[in-house]
T-cell receptor, first 115, second 112 residues
Framework: DGGITQSPKYLFRKEGQNVTLSCEQNLNHDAMYWYRQDPGQGLRLIYYSQIVNDFQKGDIAEGYSVSREKKESFPLTVTSAQKNPTAFYLC??????????????FGPGTRLLVL | GEDVEQSLFLSVREGDSSVINCTYTDSSSTYLYWYKQEPGAGLQLLTYIFSNMDMKQDQRLTVLLNKKDKHLSLRIADTQTGDSAIYFCAEIPSHSGYALNFGKGTSLLVTP
């Protein structure tokens, strides 16, 4: 059963705590993306990676970090420097990230709440 | 980045047609996309159109593209209650490294 999985579905963060959101894909896609969605807002790009061991900042990277050690995994860490982390986080992937006609497939999302 | 503009809400009766409009930002965007998001879920790709096309039809969905005005629309024929969702217009600007630039989404409510 191919697709993108994100875990957990809900995540609670205490002040000053770093938390990590998981994103895994078994589509053999080279490119992966993290977006943040706030109520009434579109999706904003946090980070993206076009290939293993390489990633680029998106529009709102401050307070976040990523790693891409394996092709199938692109975890996102929300650090204590991110002052307003409450949002819905969506992970996506596409085949190579180098062709404009490629479809991005999305995971089901993780909702992060601050205690 | 610049904003992709969409109206925020649309309400239609079941069986009517829905038209969701979008104005995008980058005239060099080669592909333009429509995604659907149901409550609490990820995004599902509905359709996309290549910039050298004026229209694309896919079953109940019709996409119209006016490249001169950078205007994109999605028409849903015979709208059903299951079509109630948020619809996002998206482009891939030439500077973005192939990441999507989204509008804020249009909430479509279909009433019986």
């Amino acid at each position: 059963d191919g697709g993108i999985t994100q875990s957990p579905k809900y995540l609670f963060r205490k002040e000053g705590q770093n938390v990590t959101l998981s994103c895994e894909q078994n589509l053999n896609h080279d490119a992966m993306y993290w977006y943040r969605q706030d109520p009434g807002q579109g999706l904003r790009l946090i980070y993206y990676s076009q290939i293993v061991n390489d990633f680029q900042k998106g529009d709102i990277a401050e307070g976040y970090s990523v790693s891409r050690e394996k092709k199938e995994s692109f975890p996102l860490t929300v650090t204590s420097a991110q002052k307003n982390p409450t949002a819905f986080y969506l992970c996506a992937s596409s085949s190579s990230g180098t062709a404009l006609q490629e479809t991005q497939y999305f995971g089901p999302g993780t909702r992060l709440l601050v205690l | 980045g610049e904003d992709v503009e969409q109206s925020l809400f649309l309400s239609v009766r079941e069986g009517d047609s829905s038209v969701i409009n979008c104005t995008y930002t980058d005239s060099s965007s080669t592909y333009l996309y429509w995604y659907k998001q149901e409550p609490g879920a990820g995004l599902q790709l509905l359709t996309y159109i290549f910039s050298n096309m004026d229209m694309k039809q896919d079953q109940r969905l019709t996409v119209l593209l006016n490249k001169k005005d950078k205007h994109l629309s999605l028409r849903i024929a015979d709208t059903q209650t299951g079509d109630s969702a948020i619809y996002f217009c998206a482009e891939i600007p030439s500077h973005s490294g192939y990441a999507l630039n989204f509008g804020k989404g249009t909430s479509l409510l279909v009433t019986p």
